[in-house]
């Protein structure tokens, strides 16, 4: 992608020494335990876990595959270079590792001493959740995109804001 | 005229207020449109009210009700046409309304953004005089107050100033004598006018002043907490935000009792005119000289009189905060950076990084030189290491090469040309600093890798943020390089920073390379593994590094050891460990530091 030729490019690259993973010298497969295991360089590593780099702006770019203990096994370009199973496999460990409910729909939201309590339609079913007011727990993870994390650690998304009515939106607006 | 400051254009003596008025008035030339807009409809409105009285008092009273002339017995109509009038100047009132209230916000704005843009063109030495608290006053309370001037001083003034000519017009025409006697209090309004508001102008000024102190304080207190917190100076700080307070309170309290009396007492000295009237033209009506509806006529313009009147003195006071608002501004917007770019600068699409320091002296102040003739070259390609002392000059060296401030004496030459030649934006772009000192931006970790080169592309970051060792810790948080961090966002360690600052720096990819401490608050394994990579990198690139941990120097070229603004000794390390000199001594004590450590952890 961005091996142009250009020197100081090159020279970012081979200093950065970065392993990436594709189709030919890579094989994925799924452990009996459903994890992901990963053989390269002739060499099997089981468990390892997919990294998204830009799990907000572009989930399908950049992953990383690291070990239980964070080592960097390699890194994938782009999912779409792989085939269409082997990028199912990854995908489905990613919607694991990230797993946060999207909502479709803000039923109430309710305000009492310093915290909201919330009640939405999400893509994982009706939630009620907790959330404490201040402290960065409603932002913006890009933009348009609003990231909701509950008392519990819970992470739940708006993926557009504007898409949201002007009643929901009202909701919403005063805890931002 | 001595002036206050070097390099100063304007000295704040001969900033007349009058000159500053006429320099305002060409910024509102942006908005000729809507200011003859919002003046024409305040016009309409003051002209559609002034019909008002008319109808109340001679037509109402002398015609309808004494059934006499055009509008004998007619009430109704007379009362429609009152509400007619009303009407319409309410509805001119409303259009005047939305006007200024889109002027005023646009007004701000462009203020608020020439002064920033005016702020960011200063060199860092303004930045390092100024108190932060001073600086945000001024883009944010100064750009605000002078809308003021623009929104309500300019279209009020103009339409008062018509106000008062067109009803003085309208009162000397219906009884000339009766309108003399309404002016007998003015010379005294006058006097107390001269008198009393240079004092008010002061006040207001200090206020400022006392205020912006405060400012200063809340944002030193705030921004370094973590400090009062560890030295349990809550109580201090307590204080000193008292005293801060109780002088801005006290200068408030004295220019609000000031504002206080000065204000009561001029309404009262216009309203005797009133008074003064119902007097004259009460004896008047009953020697049957003048109709009840002409005096009831007479004084009801009388009283639309006060209202303008009222806010001619009230606009000296306004005056007041907004000329010494625009003082402030044009100030910012009058200095010269220190360190100006030539017309005729050199642009440099290629650097080689030679760099040569011909017997440089320089010093943040006048006559306190931090260093003295120091001289050094560094051909390209080159690493030379900088050690000594803290306060030896070593970070002065390198502002200066980078040019963010310009040599006292001698200079600095990059390929041949003095740096003061070349252009900002060549110096800039070839050059790259890695500080002890490192800011983060609001905004994402990539943005903030991306900082120097918005445009580059994704695996440009992640290859940067990889060299610089930053890639591990970024991919184990939750949101990756999306995770925002600034005021309000993720908390980073200084470590993190450091190899943040230092990705950015990589990905700027400068054909000289400045380390100021750059893995000063790292751990000695996490250096280490960053070291390996910024030698692949700093291969064909000059670099510079400042470094107390000598080991961090281990594969410089050249070494120059500094002491209190000179050079001592300079050479390889092989070099001057033969010699015994101060390096030497250097990395003896290094040595011990080490094993005392050693022994520590033993």
Redesign the interface.
């Known amino acids: 992608?961005?091996q142009d030729g250009n020197v100081?490019?090159t020279?970012?690259?081979?200093?950065?020494?970065?392993r990436y993973l594709t189709k030919e010298n890579a094989e994925f497969a799924e452990t009996p335990g459903h994890l992901l295991a990963v053989k390269t360089d002739g060499e099997e590593h089981s468990p390892v876990y997919v990294?998204?780099?830009?799990?907000?702006?572009n989930r399908r770019?950049?992953l990383?595959i690291?070990t239980a203990d964070?080592k960097?096994i390699g890194?994938i370009?782009n999912l779409d270079d792989f085939p269409p199973e082997t990028a199912a496999l990854l995908e489905r460990q990613m919607a694991i590792r990230?797993f946060t409910p999207e909502i479709t729909k803000v039923v109430a939201v309710k305000e009492e001493f310093g915290y909201s309590y919330w009640e939405a339609e999400t893509t994982a079913g009706l939630c009620r959740f907790t959330v404490r007011n201040g402290g960065?727990n409603v932002?913006?993870?890009?933009e348009n995109r609003l990231?909701i994390t509950d008392v519990d650690g819970n992470?739940f998304v708006i993926p557009r804001l504007d898409q949201l009515s002007e009643k929901e939106y009202r909701m919403v607006e005063m805890r931002l | 005229m001595i002036y206050p400051e070097e390099g100063r254009q304007v000295c704040p003596r001969c900033m007349k207020k009058h000159a500053i008025f006429i320099r305002l008035l060409s910024l509102a030339g942006k908005y000729k449109l809507s200011l003859f807009f919002i003046v024409l409809f305040m016009l309409l409105n003051s002209a559609t009210g002034l019909v008002i009285p008319y109808f109340q008092g001679t037509v109402l009273f002398d015609q309808a009700l004494a059934g006499t002339g055009t509008f004998a017995g007619k009430i109704g109509l007379v009362i429609l046409v009152i509400i007619a009038f009303r009407t319409l100047s309410l509805l001119f009132g409303v259009m005047f309304g939305i006007m200024i209230a889109k002027l005023a916000a646009n007004v701000a704005f462009d203020l608020k953004s020439s002064v920033f843009t005016a702020m960011q063109r200063l060199s860092l030495d303004f930045f390092m005089r100024k108190q932060t608290g001073h600086l945000m006053t001024r883009v944010n309370n100064d750009a605000h107050e002078l809308q003021y001037f623009f929104v309500d001083g300019m279209s009020y003034f103009i339409v008062n100033a018509m106000n008062i000519i067109g009803i003085a017009a309208v009162l000397l025409w219906m009884d000339w004598r009766l309108t003399l006697i309404c002016l007998i209090p003015m010379p005294l309004v006058f006097w107390l006018v001269r008198k009393a508001f240079p004092k008010l102008w002061r006040l207001s000024w200090r206020r400022h002043r006392r205020v912006s102190a405060l400012n200063s304080i809340i944002s030193d207190t705030i921004r370094g907490s973590r400090v009062v917190k560890a030295f349990g100076k809550e109580q201090m700080e307590i204080g000193r935000f008292q005293r801060a307070n109780d002088a801005f309170s006290g200068a408030e309290q004295n220019f609000n009792k000031m504002s206080g009396t000065v204000f009561p007492v001029l309404n009262l000295l216009t309203q005797t005119g009133g008074i003064l009237i119902w007097a004259f033209g009460g004896w008047k009506v009953m020697q049957g000289q003048m109709s009840f509806g002409a005096v009831l006529t007479f004084v009801n313009y009388m009283y639309m009189l006060y209202g303008p009147i009222q806010f001619m003195n009230n606009i000296v006071g306004w005056w007041s905060y907004c000329m010494a608002a625009a003082q402030r501004i044009f100030e910012i917007q009058d200095a010269v950076p220190d360190v100006a770019e030539r017309p005729d600068a050199v642009r440099l699409p290629d650097m080689k990084g030679d760099i040569e320091v011909n017997n440089v002296t320089f010093g943040y102040e006048p006559n306190k030189a931090i260093l003295k003739n120091v001289s050094l070259r560094a051909k390209p390609g080159q690493m030379i290491g900088v050690v000594g002392h803290s306060g030896a000059g070593k970070s002065t060296l390198v502002n200066l090469i980078s040019r963010l401030y310009d040599v006292t004496e001698g200079e600095i030459r990059i390929d041949g040309v003095n740096v003061k030649d070349i252009s900002m934006a060549s110096l800039r772009s070839h050059i790259g600093i890695v500080s002890q000192d490192v800011y983060v931006f609001s905004g994402?970790i990539?943005e903030n890798i991306a900082y120097a080169n918005p445009d580059c592309?994704?695996?440009?970051i992640?290859?940067?943020a990889?060299?610089a060792n930053a890639?591990?810790f970024?991919?184990?948080l939750?949101?990756?390089?999306?995770t925002?961090v600034g005021s309000?966002?993720y908390n980073l360690s200084g470590g993190e920073k450091q190899r943040l600052s230092i990705a950015r720096a990589?990905?700027h990819?400068p054909k000289v390379l400045i380390l100021d401490e750059a893995t000063a608050s790292l751990d000695t394994e996490t250096e280490l593994q960053i070291q390996e990579?910024l030698d692949?990198?700093v291969k064909g690139r000059t670099t510079i590094a400042i470094a107390h941990r000598l080991s961090t120097l281990r594969n410089a070229d050249y070494l120059v050891v500094m002491d209190r603004g000179k050079v001592v000794e300079a050479g390889t390390h092989d070099e001057l460990m033969e010699r015994k000199g101060a390096y030497h001594d250097l990395v003896r004590k290094h040595d011990e530091a080490l094993k005392m450590k050693e022994g520590v952890i033993a």
Do not use: Q, W
């Open positions: 992608m961005t100081g490019k020279e970012l690259a081979d200093a950065a020494r970065i990294h998204c780099s830009f799990p907000h702006t770019v950049y990383s690291r964070n960097e890194m370009r990230y960065g932002k913006f993870a890009a990231l992470r | 994402t990539a592309t994704t695996e440009d992640i290859h940067a990889k060299i890639h591990d970024i991919e184990k939750p949101d990756g390089y999306d925002l309000g966002g990589v990905l990819n990579a692949s990198l």
